[in-house]
């Protein structure tokens, strides 16, 4: 197992456009978080997963950004009618609940850029 | 609000010098903190962690001390290494509230002189 992989890379895309990314977690981990990161700042929460169900999505994650883990495996994260302020490097991280291990690892990022 | 915070934007040390970053935090509910470091263009990459119920974790150069009546958790790097130049971040979460998500500061970023 290589890690978390998330793809792709970089995306650029104009105003109004749908865009998805997708984020590949360890193979044993249940749980799958997607986070935000913009320039200067940490990496903020947007959502998680526990294997298949979404149990909490933050307050910036607004109606035009959706989420989905289909059989508990990989995630998509969509966003629909982009705007400039969704440009952000998206982060997607997995974990293991269990045995006292909490740690989350982070795959290398999807950079979004709104033009 | 900024539950996490790193007041030190930056840090530069000389190279075999102790790094010392800082971490204050203000939600009593955090029971867990993490330590991780991020290189330009990739993730961050888990460093260490240290639960409530310790005050000291070491794991070879890299020690995180906690000191739970202050709200505040401290790095240390020793010796520092020019491979240690990167962004550092401290995050927190409220495990007994079964709450997993991670909170972040803005980063410290650490410059290792040769």
């Known amino acids: 197992d290589t890690g978390v992989s998330q793809d792709p890379r970089h995306k650029i895309t104009k105003r109004g456009q749908n865009v998805t990314f997708r984020c590949d977690p360890i193979s044993e981990h249940n749980r799958l978080y997607w986070y935000r990161q913009t320039l200067g700042q940490g990496p903020e929460f947007l959502t998680y997963f526990q294997n298949e169900a979404q149990l909490e999505k933050s307050r910036l994650l607004s109606d035009r950004f959706s989420a989905e883990r289909p059989k508990g495996s990989f995630s998509t994260l969509e966003i629909q009618r982009t705007e400039q302020g969704d440009s952000a490097m998206y982060l997607c991280?997995?974990?293991?609940?269990?045995?006292?291990?909490?740690?989350?690892?982070f795959g290398p990022g999807t950079r979004l850029t709104v033009t | 609000d900024q539950q996490v915070k790193q007041n030190s934007p930056s840090l530069s040390v000389q190279e075999g010098r102790i790094s010392i970053l800082n971490c204050d935090y203000t939600?009593?509910?955090?029971?867990?903190f993490l330590w991780y470091k991020k290189y330009p263009a990739e993730g961050p990459t888990f460093l260490i962690s240290?639960?409530?119920?310790?005050d000291k974790n070491e794991d070879g150069r890299f020690t995180v001390f906690l000191n739970k009546s202050a709200k505040h958790l401290s790095l240390h790097i020793v010796p520092s290494q020019p491979g240690d130049s990167a962004v550092y971040f401290c995050?927190?979460?409220?495990?007994?509230?079964?709450?997993?998500?991670?909170?972040f500061g803005a980063g410290t970023t650490v410059t290792v002189r040769a």
């Open positions: 991280a997995s974990s293991f609940i269990a045995g006292g291990t909490y740690e989350q690892y």
């Open positions: 939600n009593s509910m955090f029971d867990y």
């Open positions: 240290i639960s409530s119920i310790k």
């Open positions: 995050a927190a979460s409220a495990r007994g509230q079964n709450d997993y998500k991670l909170s």
